[in-house]
């Protein structure tokens, strides 16, 4: 469920911050870097995580995120 949470938020970020995107069938297909992630818990309070990675949406509607942590140390999760 944690997983899925990410990439709704993913999804979201990738909306906003475009680095590359292919307009042959859609808007969205296409790689996009994600700059922030944010986590928004039952209550409706938001958290930011300082992750950073990449979205690819693909014209086959696959979706693709790459996530990390740019702290080396800091703990998985």
């Given at each position: ?23 042959s ?17 039952a ?14 949406f ?20």
């Open positions: 469920m944690k997983n899925f949470k990410i990439a709704l938020v993913a999804l979201t970020l990738a909306a906003s911050s475009a680095a590359f995107a292919d307009n069938k859609s808007s969205i297909t296409g790689a996009w870097r994600m700059t922030s992630l944010q986590v928004t818990d209550s409706g309070d938001r958290t930011e995580i300082p992750y950073s990675g990449q979205v690819i693909s014209t086959g509607g696959t979706l693709s995120v790459q996530a990390m942590n740019p702290d080396a140390a800091a703990q998985p999760v």
